[in-house]
């Protein structure tokens, strides 16, 4: 049986702290085909779910607080079936996509395995989703952006129906009318047959009856999935025309493409790597021809080899006198301001010394009234005139004040004894002694730095001239040797320039190739959707199915499944013309038992998942299951369910697991099951692919394993 769909190959949750990883392939990288998740409540097992559903379209992920703290971007690793034509020689192998003939059935189709991951954020770019090419553990090249929108051109509903042969169907809102409005059909729509939820296994909502239009779309789902002639038929016919019109579109751009690159001497990839390769080769001898012509030049001027010697050392002495000269100039640049300004403070201390000597008021030895002569000059005692006791505020200059003996009088002729708060006289000499030692020194260092620059300026001249003479006379021996060889050497660089640019104009084109290849495989990959369209539809027309044998099927399926089960009391099972499961005569509803619910759900979405498998329709060929022992007992435990006794329960869960089983290695064989339960029984240890221990200290503790605390 050939196979088809969707596998799960893992999922990875990317974190802030770190990353969490869930597995569903064996070491080789096929998927299981059971898959258990196991562990104690509130641990993340429905989570994975969860997660799953959104990269597949959900319009909502888990909010739960350590998500929301830990996670950023969920990552959902997929395995798919794409059609390809078969090749089964060399010569099938360089056919040129713009000479197939308009039948798809020109050529022969084939179906090879294809890895996908797909990345969805759980933060404001939740609207779209990324598609890399790969594995979770190797994903490659630029991703995808893919819409969750199915309004939107490119979108995830999209791109999941082709690879389940579902792209470009429509469903009608009311069925029985031929001339009825129609809608795009997504891959939302077939979520009820791909995943079972906790709630849906008792809410008495199974086959979505309640909601009247979602239970509409659901039937056509089926009908479609089985064959059904009058909405199968029809909605493939569709299907087909559309996927003619956009092969035709692809295909006309292709050979326009084609075409473009014929114009640009572009034939195929085996002349362009031709093409390539000799102009490798012509780089490569370009280059080898420049390396020896130089090797000849050196070769020509080894003789002056002294002299291009002696010519470095004179430039370089030349280059180091300059720098000497420049640092000379530069300090004599900065000292000569600092000798103007020392004068300058010179000038002013000598100022000052004058001005003592010439305007000192209280030089008085003769007291003028009497004219006799007094004991001691005159002087500033305090505020007061020690000749007149007159009064005198600020007649003292302080700065004229200076010491000419040892002793501590006050006045202006001799040095005051600080007083607390007042300013105290300066010893102006000493400091024009001071400042006049250094303006000399200064003077002297200043010349000394003239005298350098001078000689220094003479030393680089000199040397410039050797440097300059030494290079005309390099120039002259060498000429007649290297003269000859620039001609040749501009050719042979020209070559090498021309070479490069023929390399880079082929790999241009190369490029421009490799996306009329990608176009071709696109023109490819619908030439087998349409193939595949084709070859259902003939089908239909020849089996003629309808409703009836479908629904006879499903009930004989469903009562098969409900006894490997063990149902207490099984009689009368069916499904009816609207999907909705019956046993004993009664609406699976109306049962009242809350286990009997549970299998009453599991044996319904088994019956559609196995039936659609094993006659290919077209189901993604995968199927979550969360909490298949809901209401019931697991092994060990008492069950809630007065009419379901606990040995009974318990070995009815032992058979479920039994049956998925059995027909997972059977009729069942390459088809997926994933199932979130709490204890599974001891007989599907070896598929349980995690458990959550729900203790911190027995890692893994949950899915996100790290937020022990919340």
């Given at each position: 049986?050939?196979e088809f769909g969707i596998?799960?190959l893992?999922i990875q949750l990317r ?5 969490y990883l869930?597995n ?12 258990i998740?196991a562990g104690?409540?509130?641990?993340g ?24 703290e ?9 395995m798919?079936?794409e059609?390809?034509?078969?090749v ?10 713009t000479?197939?003939a308009?039948s798809?059935d020109?050529?022969?189709?084939g179906f ?7 990345e969805r954020?759980?933060d404001?770019?939740a609207?779209s989703?990324?598609?890399f ?19 939107a ?13 579902l ?13 009825s409005v129609?809608?795009?059909l ?6 009820p ?5 906790n ?5 008495k909502n199974?086959?979505l009856e309640?909601?009247p ?6 039937r ?9 002639y009058?909405?199968?038929g ?6 087909i ?11 006309a ?11 640009q ?6 002349q ?9 080769a012509a ?6 021809d420049?390396a ?5 030049a ?6 002056a ?7 470095l050392?004179?430039s370089?002495?030349?280059r ?13 640049r900065r000292?000569?301001?600092l ?5 300058d ?11 003592r000597?010439?305007?000192?008021p209280?030089s008085?030895s003769?007291c003028p ?5 007094l004991d001691?000059?005159?002087?500033i005692?305090g ?10 505020p600020g007649?003292v200059h ?14 202006l ?19 024009l002694?001071?400042?006049?030692r250094?303006l000399n020194?200064?003077k002297?260092?200043?010349e ?10 003479k030393?680089?001249s000199?040397?410039?001239a ?20 620039l ?13 490069e640019?023929?390399?880079n ?6 490029a ?13 990959l619908?030439t087998?959707?349409l ?9 239909i ?5 309808g ?12 009562g098969?499944i409900l006894a490997?089960?063990g ?37 319904w979405?088994?019956?559609l998942?196995e ?5 290919e ?5 995968f199927?979550?299951i969360d ?8 092994e060990g ?12 329960a ?9 049956h998925?089983r ?5 009729a069942g064989?390459g ?5 979130v339960d709490?204890v599974?029984?001891?007989?599907v240890e070896p ?5 959550f221990s ?7 503790y949950?899915?996100?394993d790290?937020a022990?605390s919340?």
């Amino acid at each position: 049986m050939r196979e088809f769909g969707i596998r799960i190959l893992g999922i990875q949750l990317r974190g802030y702290r770190k990353n969490y990883l869930v597995n569903f392939s064996d070491g080789s990288g096929n998927p299981n085909p059971l898959s258990i998740i196991a562990g104690q409540i509130s641990t993340g097992k429905t989570t994975i779910l969860e997660f799953i559903d959104y990269c597949l379209g959900a319009s909502k992920h888990p909010e739960h607080i350590e998500v929301v703290e830990g996670v950023h971007t969920a990552r959902l690793g997929i395995m798919a079936y794409e059609p390809v034509p078969e090749v089964e020689s060399e010569s099938d192998a360089t056919v040129d996509i713009t000479s197939l003939a308009d039948s798809p059935d020109a050529i022969r189709w084939g179906f090879r395995e294809a890895h996908y991951v797909l990345e969805r954020s759980i933060d404001g770019s939740a609207n779209s989703v990324r598609v890399f090419s790969g594995t979770l553990e190797e994903a490659t090249g630029f991703p995808r952006l893919l819409s969750v929108d199915i309004s939107a051109e490119d979108n995830i509903s999209k791109f999941l129906l082709q690879l389940c042969g579902l792209d470009g169907i429509r469903l009608r809102q009311a069925p029985t009318k031929a001339d009825s409005v129609t809608h795009a059909l997504s891959f939302r729509d077939l979520a009820p047959l791909w995943f079972l939820t906790n709630t849906r296994l008792d809410n008495k909502n199974l086959t979505l009856e309640h909601h009247p239009f979602k239970a509409n779309k659901l039937r056509q789902v089926v009908d479609l999935m089985f064959g059904i002639y009058d909405e199968a038929g029809s909605a493939l016919s569709e299907q087909i025309n559309q996927l003619r019109a956009e092969l035709a579109e692809e295909r006309a751009g292709s050979k326009a493409l084609w075409a473009f690159l014929r114009d640009q001497g572009i034939t195929g990839p085996l002349q362009l790597e031709e093409r390539s390769e000799q102009c490798e080769a012509a780089l490569r001898r370009a280059q080898r021809d420049l390396a020896q012509l130089d090797e000849r030049a050196v070769e020509r001027t080894s003789f002056a080899a002294q002299l291009r010697d002696e010519y470095l050392t004179r430039s370089q002495e030349a280059r180091e006198a300059g720098a000497r000269l420049r640092d000379r100039e530069t300090l004599l640049r900065r000292l000569v301001p600092l000798r103007a300004q020392y004068a300058d403070d010179v000038r002013k201390l000598t100022m000052l010394v004058e001005a003592r000597r010439l305007f000192d008021p209280l030089s008085v030895s003769v007291c003028p009234a009497c004219a006799t002569e007094l004991d001691a000059p005159v002087s500033i005692e305090g505020d007061q005139c020690s000749l007149c006791r007159s009064h005198i505020p600020g007649l003292v200059h302080h700065a004229l004040g200076s010491v000419k003996d040892g002793s501590q009088t006050g006045g202006l002729n001799g040095y005051k004894q600080p007083v607390e708060g007042e300013p105290q006289d300066v010893d102006i000499s000493k400091e024009l002694r001071s400042t006049q030692r250094r303006l000399n020194e200064l003077k002297e260092y200043i010349e000394k730095v003239e005298t350098e620059i001078q000689h220094a300026r003479k030393v680089s001249s000199e040397s410039d001239a050797i440097a300059l003479s030494l290079q005309r006379q390099l120039d002259s021996v060498t000429r007649e040797a290297v003269t000859p060889l620039l001609a040749e050497r501009d050719r042979v660089a020209k070559a090498v320039s021309d070479a490069e640019a023929a390399k880079n104009t082929v790999a241009q084109q190369r490029a421009m190739l490799q996306s009329v290849e990608t176009k071709a495989q696109h023109v490819d990959l619908l030439t087998g959707r349409l193939a595949e369209a084709n070859r259902r539809l003939r089908e239909i027309q020849e089996n003629q199915r309808g409703r009836e044998d479908l629904l006879d099927g499903l009930s004989r399926r469903f009562g098969e499944i409900l006894a490997d089960f063990g149902f207490p009391k099984l009689s009368d099972a069916e499904i009816d013309r609207q999907l909705i499961p019956h046993v004993r005569k009664l609406r699976y509803d109306r049962v009242g038992s809350s286990g009997a619910l549970t299998l009453l759900a599991l044996a319904w979405e088994l019956t559609l998942f196995e039936l659609a498998y094993e006659e290919e329709g077209r189901h993604p060929g995968f199927l979550l299951i969360d909490s298949p022992q809901k209401n019931l007992a697991p092994e060990g435990r008492k069950s809630s369910d007065a009419e379901i006794s606990d040995s009974v329960a318990g070995l009815i869960v032992n058979k479920v697991y039994a049956h998925l089983r059995r027909w997972l290695s059977g009729a069942g064989e390459g088809a997926q099951v994933i199932v979130v339960d709490n204890v599974p029984p001891t007989a599907v240890e070896p598929f349980v692919c995690i458990r959550f221990s729900g203790d911190p200290q027995k890692p893994p503790y949950g899915l996100i394993d790290d937020a022990t605390s919340v």
